[in-house]
């Protein structure tokens, strides 16, 4: 069964910084693309950035500079270091596990809040 876990979620002020993790088990990294997810409320849940197997970044234009998604194949662990939060970014945060063909998603964490005041 596969699981992923994030945490690292937290309340921080507007220009901080914070560095989410996911832990995934069942499943290996390298096997897999990997991406974060944000839902805020009353809003559709976006896609904030994907990591390839192959390394491969993408990021939603909202946050291009600002954030920086890496992995730890060792680790089974995906993180996303987010720098110059705002308002905007306040959401819950996701962790996705999809299919290497366009990354569909296939497992999804339970979440972590991310509230910038």
């Known amino acids: 069964q596969v699981q992923l876990v994030e945490s690292g979620g937290g309340s921080v002020q507007a220009g901080g910084s914070l560095r989410l993790s996911c832990t995934m088990s069942?499943?290996?990294?390298?096997?897999?693309?990997m991406g974060w997810f944000r839902q805020a409320p009353g809003k559709e849940r976006e896609g904030v950035a994907v990591i390839g197997s192959d390394g491969n970044t993408t990021y939603a234009e909202s946050v291009e500079g600002r954030f920086t998604i890496s992995q730890d194949n060792a680790e089974n662990t995906l993180y996303l270091q987010m720098n110059s939060l705002n308002i905007e970014d306040t959401a819950m945060y996701y962790c996705?596990?999809?299919?290497?063909?366009?990354?569909?998603?296939?497992?999804w964490g339970q979440g972590t809040q991310v509230t910038v005041s």
């Open positions: 996705m596990a999809g299919g290497l063909t366009g990354c569909p998603p296939q497992h």
């Open positions: 069942g499943l290996s990294l390298v096997s897999v693309c």
